[in-house]
Each structure stands twice: as C-alpha cells, then as structure tokens.
C-alpha cells in the first residue's frame, strides 16, 4: 500500500512563497507521474499541477501558472509544489497524488492514490 504525506503547508501572507513537500512511500515512484489538486472550503476539488514520470512533462492550472512549479526528485521519492506570490485564492487543502500511469492527467479520476493533505491559508 503506497503512502502518500505531505508537508510544507502553513499560514503566509499574500505575496509569500511556500514549499509542498510529498513523501511517497513503497517502489516504483519513479514509474508514475505524480500531481497536486487542491479544495477549499465550500468548493470543488481543482487540479493544480502534475509531473511525468521522469519530470520531463509538467501541466499546471492557468490560475497558479507562472507563480507555482512542480518537481520531483525520483532519487529521493518526493514530489514537490512551489508557491511564489501567493494571492487569498491559493487558500485550500492541498492533496498530493499518484497515477498508475507515467504519463500526466488534470482529472482527478486519472489518481487512485492520495495524501491526507496540508493546510495553506493565504492572508491579505
């Protein structure tokens, strides 16, 4: 059973920055592409990123491009968001996933493994 957990998430000002850190249990993390959603309170689960495989591949959200960045370091098991110029809107939980695929996908279908999440709130 893979086990996802997250880390990094917390309380920033608008225009800060944080760092999402998933570590990814179990074998073969670097044959699936991985990705973050996130849902705030009241709201549907939106997609926000995800990574190929190999990191070659990355898809974000029109709403976080340009400020957020996904990576992974396959050595290490770990896939991570960066967050630069966090805006009230960002505020959500943040779930990391897993696709049985290399390959990416924006539906949350696509995922059949999920952390419990991280808290990012975004103050004005």
């Known amino acids: 059973q893979v086990q996802l957990v997250e880390s990094g998430g917390g309380s920033v000002q608008a225009g800060g920055s944080l760092r999402l850190s998933c570590a990814v249990s179990g074998r073969s993390f670097s044959m699936y592409a991985m990705g973050w959603f996130r849902q705030a309170p009241g709201k549907e689960r939106e997609f926000v990123a995800t990574i190929s495989w190999g990191g070659s591949t990355t898809l974000h959200a029109d709403s976080v491009k340009g400020r957020f960045t996904i990576s992974r370091d396959n050595a290490k098991n770990t896939v991570y968001l960066q967050m630069n110029s966090l805006k009230p809107e960002d505020t959500a939980v943040y779930y990391c996933?897993?696709?049985?695929?290399?390959?990416?996908?924006?539906?949350?279908?696509?995922?059949?493994?999920w952390g419990q999440g991280t808290q990012v709130t975004v103050s004005s």
């Open positions: 996933v897993r696709r049985p695929s290399g390959r990416v996908s924006r539906s949350h279908d696509e995922y059949d493994s």
